[in-house]
């Protein structure tokens, strides 16, 4: 048996970043950034003013005072957007509106608030430091400064900053198109009429919601019979994707066709990893497709996927971290477990005094998937240990990321968050 590390390093191994594509930036929002993105102009692009006010030569002003008011000639008046052509003098102003490029001859902006109109003519009723109320030239982003670094998540502000640049396209990495298959006689898809002995195949929509979840786009391949044929021609179809998954049939009974299947098609491995839920794995390349062969039950699936299937697609999105976060809870139940093999349980979490505390959803059989509905994480249990007493502190893998938000802006009262 190998580790869940051995299983997660063999595969990472192995799983290529896809190419580049180009997309319009506001249709890149959470992929990750494929170039360095270097600034190609100042921005702001010239000296302008930070308030409503009068750009001045602050020589004329530096004395000026509600007692004894400096009064200039006002020249023009120029809204933002506009550009006043001429320049300023001694005992000159111009009326400048915020965001309108400094008149050459002004180095000071005096605010409305501390002036007083009067006729052709302005008085000044402040003085102020030189330099004051202007923005300078490339204080914000200098011409060729790397402003995003390539391996950038993309967020709003980095949108608003390529549209800033001008740059309405953006290279980003190609997310993967993952294929989903789902084995076994036994299922029924979602609309076939109910018949005794079989179930309903619910792996293929709970994992084409988890690729989905991490930015894959999953493609259904629907159900395959335990038949070879069957199997062989699913699985081809499933060679347009970039990736493929299929659930069941990986484990060590009479109908586990899979197995055998991907032997004539490719390149595989059989692990048998040391976790629970979700021993049985199958992953390797058919025609340069990598491929994962998750067990059949529920959980196991779902569980596998999080462990090896996830990190995989973000590693092929171009993604640098591809692990959930993980938090320290303290236990609230004794658990006894079979030494050598790592657990993920699924659990809830409580916040309490500054601490965070786990309980277990209850029954952990790998076909309940009512234990993953309930769970807001899963608690990671090692491999060497036999006993985990209450009281103890164990590491909880974070599935729900809404899970650490409030109700209210928590921030904001005096106790602090929740
Ligand atoms: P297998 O790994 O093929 O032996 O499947 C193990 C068990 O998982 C089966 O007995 C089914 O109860 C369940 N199972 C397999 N495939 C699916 C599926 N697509 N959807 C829901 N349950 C499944
Ligand atoms: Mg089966």
New binding site residues.
Partial sequence: MISVEEAIRRILEQIPRLGKERWPIPQSLGRVLAEDIIASRNIPPWNNSAMDGYAVRWEDIREASGKKPVELKVLADLPAGHVFKGGVGLGEAVRIMTGAPLPRGADTVVQVEDTEKSGPRVRILASLEKGKNIRLAGEDVQVGERILEEGTVIQPAHIGMLASLQRSFVSVYQCPRVAVL???D??LEIDDPWQEGK??????YTLAAQIADCGGHPLQLG?ARDHPEDLSEKIQQGLVADLLVT?????V?E??LVKGMLKDLGKMNFWKVAMRPGQ?LAFGMVFGKPLFGL????VS?MVSFEQFVRPSILQMSGHRKLFRPTLKAVLREDIAKKADLTYFLRCRLMAKEGKTYATTTGEQGS?MLSSMVKAQGLIVLSREKSLVRAGEEVNVILLDPTLSYTSSPSYLSPSGPE
């Fill in positions: 789902s084995t076994g036994e299922l179930i309903v195949n619910s792996n293929s159900i659930s069941g049939g990986v484990s009974g109908y586990d049985p067990p059949g039950n529920p699936a076909g």
